[in-house]
């Protein structure tokens, strides 16, 4: 009779620690999914910080281009002189300048309008290096300013 009641001893312990490995497993489980959704927020969040940052690139290039281009102009109206003016400037093909960016980029003329950026040797009458770099710090600050207001802090996307 020992051996019986012995044996169900043995059996309803051996049934607690089932119970219990099993309630182990489901902790685990929760557990192991709760990890997986923190995962996958994060990389959600890294996607879109990443789109972000890929998208800041992308308009980087395109000023760079931009600011090459108007170098260039630039450059070209300091050598052709004050009576040549802007009229000399060459097209950026005609001048054999690469527009500074890559391949199916979407880089678009700059305004060479003295009148709008307040530099130029048609707008200050000459070669006058002091206005001419006057007008220059004019043209930076802008496009400083105008770069300052598009970095404003942008809300990510909610995640679902």
Same mark, same amino acid.
């Given at each position: 009779? *020992?051996?019986?009641?012995?044996? #169900?001893?043995?059996? $309803? &312990?051996?049934?607690? $620690? ?14 192991? *999914?709760?990890?997986?959704?923190? =995962? ?8 879109? &910080?990443? +789109?972000?940052?890929? $998208?800041? %690139? ?7 281009? #931009? ?7 630039? =450059?070209? *109206?300091?050598? &052709?002189?004050?009576?040549? /003016?802007? +009229?000399?400037?060459?097209?950026? +093909? #005609?001048?054999?300048?690469?527009? /500074? ?5 979407? =880089?678009?003329? =700059? ?11 048609? %707008? ?21 300013? #105008?770069? +300052?207001?598009? %970095? ?9």
């Amino acid at each position: 009779m *020992t051996d019986i009641s012995s044996l #169900q001893q043995t059996v $309803a &312990a051996a049934q607690e $620690a089932f119970e219990r490995t099993g309630e182990q497993y489901a902790r685990s489980r929760k557990h192991l *999914t709760s990890l997986i959704n923190i =995962v996958e927020e994060n990389l959600r969040e890294k996607r879109v &910080a990443l +789109a972000q940052n890929e $998208a800041q %690139r992308e308009r980087m290039v395109r000023e760079y281009g #931009q600011l090459r281009h108007m170098l260039h102009a630039l =450059v070209m *109206t300091a050598e &052709a002189g004050p009576r040549e /003016g802007l +009229a000399a400037i060459p097209a950026p +093909a #005609q001048a054999g300048m690469d527009p /500074g960016a890559r391949p199916g980029s979407r =880089v678009g003329p =700059v305004a060479l309008d003295p009148a709008a950026n307040d530099a130029g040797p048609a %707008r200050n009458g000459g070669g006058d290096s002091e206005q001419l770099r006057a007008g220059l710090k004019r043209v930076i600050k802008r496009k400083r300013a #105008q770069a +300052a207001k598009a %970095r404003k802090p942008e809300e990510p996307a909610p995640a679902n």
